[in-house]
């Protein structure tokens, strides 16, 4: 896996202050998206376990409090994303549960594949759906088009919170 962008302190992509870590890879190309750039899987920097261990850092980092951890894309659940986003988010849930999680991606929750939900499982709140250009609203919290919901979730009984 790659990603583009790792900001170790961002109030913007979820609520409260938060690691963001922007990944490479999009098989769903939304008309009008903001981050095209981010398509295509080998852009930017190889993700690799010093990376883990940054964001793990910068996630326990005493002097900055963070609440959690947000990724976003490109796509976090893109098929060959899987494997290291699980890895990421099982040591995240492991060595500081107190954190959580945010996740964004154009699949919906109720199209996830059996790997995709294994990290849904780690997964506090899921912004889902595809970026629609016809439903665009700049005005809603967290996503870009109405059609997408944020999930806040408790296992298998995902609870849309529409804000």
């Not at 790792?6 to 990944?23: H, I, S």
């Not at 750039?37 to 920097?45: R, Y």
């Not at 506090?124 to 967290?142: A, F, M, S």
């Amino acid at each position: 896996m790659n990603y583009l962008q790792y900001y170790p302190t961002d109030v913007v992509n979820g609520e409260g202050t938060r690691c963001t870590l922007f990944v490479s890879g999009c098989e769903h190309a939304c008309k009008g998206c903001h981050n095209s750039s981010s398509w295509d899987a080998v852009k930017g920097h190889p993700f690799t376990e010093n990376t883990v261990d940054q964001i793990l850092r910068d996630l326990a980092d005493t002097r900055i409090f963070r609440d959690g951890l947000s990724l976003s894309g490109g796509d976090p659940l893109y098929p060959d994303n899987i494997s290291d986003i699980l890895h990421l988010v099982t040591r995240v849930k492991t060595e500081l549960p107190d954190k959580n999680i945010w996740l964004w991606t154009g699949y919906t929750f109720e199209e996830l594949s059996l790997l995709q939900k294994e990290v849904i499982r780690y997964v506090d709140v899921l912004i889902d759906g595809k970026y629609e250009e016809d439903k665009k609203n700049l005005t809603l919290p967290w996503r870009g088009s109405s059609n997408q919901r944020v999930l806040h979730l408790n296992n298998d009984n995902p609870k849309s919170i529409m804000y």
